[in-house]
């Protein structure tokens, strides 16, 4: 029996990248995971493979921008004590001029609206149980802006936000809220940019590589497990020095 035994996880965008490795993660350490993603394709795949090796998933296809669905989705799961705020899109690399309002409302929608809702979900279900753990996926740029896609950085950086004032809103509750910033990981996502584009960014951190999607995994499952119970409102950075942050 894993760390996760008895909880039931939502992770949204879980159809790839850092939310397939985290659903396949939540699953072998003994969570019951409701797999969410746009992709029907991918969600059907990522809760076979999870079946397959002996765990239990439930497929959630709509939109994490739906509240309706995503209180639906919760509520025909009975409740969900472990929320991965992981949903998102990319921002293709504009500069402000060409950023339009379409894509700048789409991106906030994803990101932050699709947060803020999956979060209110949940949220009924954990305040009755106080119990709950919420991680949300931001990234370095979000910390230190980003030349190529600025509201792509500012979305992140809402993120953010949203994690440390959850933490002190639902910590009377026995909710502990953190935020994950990672630096280059190799997805999916990443990948539309090409090889390439890929291995220039890896080269700015100190490390000198991207991450593996289930490097990001492993800290996030640190977040929800018990080693993680007394932190809360905090962001972690697993971005190999890309930058380096604290005081």
Not at 174 to 197: C, F, H
Request: net charge negative.
């Amino acid at each position: 029996m894993g760390d996760l035994s008895g909880r039931t996880a939502l992770v949204t965008g879980a159809g790839s990248g850092i939310g397939r490795a985290t659903a396949t993660r939540f699953a072998q350490d003994g969570a019951h995971v409701v797999v969410q993603d746009v992709a029907g394709d991918a969600v059907a795949e990522v809760v076979e493979v999870i079946n397959r090796q002996g765990g239990t998933a439930t497929a959630s296809v709509c939109s994490v921008a739906d509240e309706g669905a995503i209180r639906q989705t919760v509520v025909d799961c009975g409740g969900v004590d472990i929320l991965v705020n992981n949903a998102g899109v990319p921002g293709y690399n504009a500069v402000i001029e060409d950023i339009d309002r379409t894509a700048y409302e789409r991106l906030f929608e994803v990101h932050v609206w699709g947060t803020f809702a999956a979060t209110r979900a949940v949220l009924p279900e954990m305040k009755a149980r106080q119990f709950g753990r919420i991680v949300n996926i931001a990234s370095n740029r979000g910390q230190v802006g980003f030349e190529r896609s600025s509201h792509y950085g500012a979305a992140k950086a809402a993120v953010i936000g949203l994690a440390k004032s959850w933490a002190r809103e639902f910590a009377p509750h026995g909710i502990l809220v953190n935020a994950l910033a990672p630096g280059v990981v190799r997805s999916g996502m990443t990948l539309r940019y090409g090889e390439a584009a890929l291995a220039e960014e890896a080269q700015q951190n100190l490390v000198k590589r991207w991450a593996e999607p289930e490097e990001m995994a492993d800290w996030i499952a640190f977040l929800v497990g018990p080693r993680g119970g007394y932190m809360t409102g905090q962001v972690l950075c697993p971005n190999g020095g890309d930058p380096i942050v604290g005081i």
